[in-house]
């Protein structure tokens, strides 16, 4: 059974910053593309990081510069370091494992991003 669980979220002013964990089971994670996504109150959910199985990574306009999504392989995780949070980075933030014409979904950690 595959599983995906994301931690790492929480409470955090703007301009700081937090680390978010995808711990991944079930599967060898490193033979697959991983991403981040984020969904605000009322918004669709949308794309913030991809990191492809040889590395290559690709980001969202809005958070270009201040995330970076990684990967150890040998513990079967991926992360988002997110820095210089904004409030509009306030979100749940949920990891994806897409396998063939499926994907795998973590349950989400929230983020707020607030004075």
């Known amino acids: 059974q595959v599983q995906l669980v994301e931690s790492g979220g929480g409470l955090v002013q703007p301009g700081g910053s937090l680390r978010l964990s995808c711990v991944v089971s079930g599967i060898r994670s490193s033979f697959y593309a991983m991403g981040w996504y984020r969904q605000a109150p009322g918004n669709k959910r949308e794309l913030v990081a991809l990191?492809?199985?040889?590395?290559?990574?690709t980001y969202a306009d809005s958070v270009k510069g201040r995330f970076t999504i990684s990967r150890d392989n040998a513990k079967n995780t991926v992360y988002l370091q997110m820095n210089s949070l904004k409030p509009e980075d306030t979100a749940v933030y949920y990891c994806?494992?897409?396998?063939?014409?499926?994907?795998?979904w973590g349950q989400g950690t929230q983020v707020t991003v607030s004075s």
């Open positions: 990191i492809q199985s040889g590395g290559t990574t």
């Open positions: 994806r494992l897409p396998r063939g014409s499926y994907a795998y």
